[in-house]
């Protein structure tokens, strides 16, 4: 089986909640049913108006068929005579994009990035060897852009688009951040050979470069980026001035991610391989030359973070192999840091101890933890499933058991693992639109999943395994 579709109910711990089994729909809420407001936004996103599928007593909580809702709405039974948002990311979010995978290419690096843009027209995906790919979503997968970068270290580690989809910026594991005219007549761009590569020097003087940059994003005006690096800091570049505008010593390890919080630009959160996330408001950091808060809970080095997009909600991944969803709100002022685990552990090479996944942070402020991935070899991501589609009512993430996971928000159930690689999935991203999928894994492939009943469903004859891809 390529795919797998089901539901486990061991996914999440509400922190909350009370623990106990959880189950998608059915007429009573789960055990540990997310008690939050995020679960009431979640809700008002994603379910569907009550007029639309009137059930009558005792079934109003079972799931409403879209041939009733299409009923609903021929009859005019909300009164507006169409579907609500809601109403639409109800029927779209029941096709999981699970059914495949169809390979879009293949590469013979590991591949690290893979991001749509925001429109899902353009998708690009970063390999070790130097290389980035821009395809063209709507015109088949044809290659719009071939890119080999300039002056690697290592790896691409991120890469981003412009809001305005004309440029892309790509990092790596040097100070100098370099930017693609996505937009020019040219296929193949090599860099400063076929076309020139700006590069944007994060250093702030000349001995300051010896550090890599591990994430990379636009703001949503697209006037600054903000970097996080292996010298503990985070960085804003400001491209107007076409200068550093602020270095913020954030942590006190590598800083492995960072993003905006929301489109205003003000808040930024950032993950470290100290365990902690931070929230940094922009304007009071020159006064204050502190964080804004802390949220605690990891156990290890935190991956990845994504926001919800409303500067309150985040998740993060952890090398304590769970996924956490934080509120903001309930940050605090000071970190501790509870030492549960003796000796030397590194999960680039080391299997996670199996009586540390019993252990929690005497502290945690997190809402709730998800269960079942693992975190292990490199920085893998996790992400809000996509706004207009689902109403941000899953998780998903990479994993470095070559799968796929997807996990209910609210409930916690994993609702879907997908299997096709054959080494760690770093990084995969969900069509801002359509349930479809995509994947980038370490064995060099890019693999499209969709909604069942699509076609294209690609097996392999052999699943043959690469010792040597799975290590630094």
């Given amino acids: 089986m390529m795919s797998r579709f089901g539901k486990d109910t061991s996914g999440c711990d509400g922190e909350s909640a009370a623990n106990g089994s959880s189950a998608i729909g059915g007429p009573s809420k789960p055990s540990n049913y997310l008690d939050h407001e995020i679960a009431q936004l979640t809700k008002l996103r994603s379910m569907p108006q009550g007029l639309l599928g009137r059930e009558g007593p005792g079934r109003l909580r079972l799931p409403i068929s879209t041939f009733k809702m299409l009923v609903g709405r021929e009859g005019n039974h909300s009164g507006r005579g169409r579907f609500s948002s809601a109403d639409s990311c109800h029927v779209l979010s029941r096709y999981l994009p699970v059914n495949g995978a169809v390979r879009v290419d293949r590469m013979k690096s590991r591949a690290y990035v893979s991001q749509f843009s925001a429109d899902g027209s353009l998708f690009v995906a970063g390999f070790q060897d130097s290389h980035i790919r821009i395809y063209n979503v709507n015109r088949g997968w044809k290659v719009q852009k071939d890119i080999l970068a300039k002056s690697l270290r290592w790896t691409i580690t991120d890469t981003s688009l412009s809001p305005d989809q004309r440029y892309l910026v790509y990092a790596s ?94 808040l930024l959160y950032s993950g470290s391989d100290d365990n902690l996330c931070k929230v940094w408001d922009r304007r009071c950091f020159i006064t204050k030359g502190q964080p804004a808060g802390v949220l605690m809970g990891h156990l290890e080095g935190i991956t990845f973070i994504d926001s919800r997009g409303d500067g ?19 940050m605090s002022s000071n970190a501790m840091h509870p030492r549960l685990r003796e000796g030397n552990w590194d999960y680039r090479w080391m299997e996670y101890p199996p009586h540390a996944r019993t252990q929690k942070h005497p502290h945690d402020q997190s809402l709730a933890t998800y269960r079942g991935h693992s975190v292990l070899r ?27 996971y997807i996990y209910d928000l609210v409930s916690g159930a994993q609702v879907a693992r997908l299997d096709y690689h054959e080494a760690p999935v770093r990084d995969c991203s969900w069509h801002p639109l359509y349930p479809t999928m995509i994947s980038s894994s370490w064995d060099g492939d890019i693999a499209k999943w969709e909604f069942p009943g699509s076609g294209g469903r690609q097996t392999r004859s052999k699943h043959r395994r690469c010792p040597w891809r799975n290590f630094y």
């Avoid at 309150?312 to 309930?330: C, E, F, H, M, P």
């Avoid at 991501?381 to 799968?403: A, E, L």
């Fill in 378 to 404: 490199t920085l893998i991501r996790c992400y809000f499933s996509p706004v207009y589609s689902t109403g941000q009512k899953y998780i998903y993430t990479g994993s470095s058991d070559s799968s796929v």
């Fill in 312 to 330: 309150r909600y985040l998740i993060s991944n952890g090398k304590d192999q769970t996924i956490k969803l934080w509120d903001i709100r309930k």
């Fill in 173 to 266: 594991m040097s100070p100098i951040v370099h930017v693609v005219n996505v937009g020019s007549a040219a296929t193949e761009s090599v860099a400063n050979i076929t076309e020139i590569h700006d590069g944007l020097d994060f250093s702030v003087d000349d001995s300051d470069d010896d550090f890599g940059i591990f994430s990379v994003k636009f703001s949503n005006d697209g006037r600054e980026l903000v970097a996080a690096s292996s010298n503990n800091s985070i960085y804003v570049y400001d491209l107007v001035a076409r200068k550093l505008s602020l270095q913020i010593p954030a942590h006190m390890s590598d800083v492995n991610t960072v993003c905006f919080a929301d489109e205003t630009g003000h």
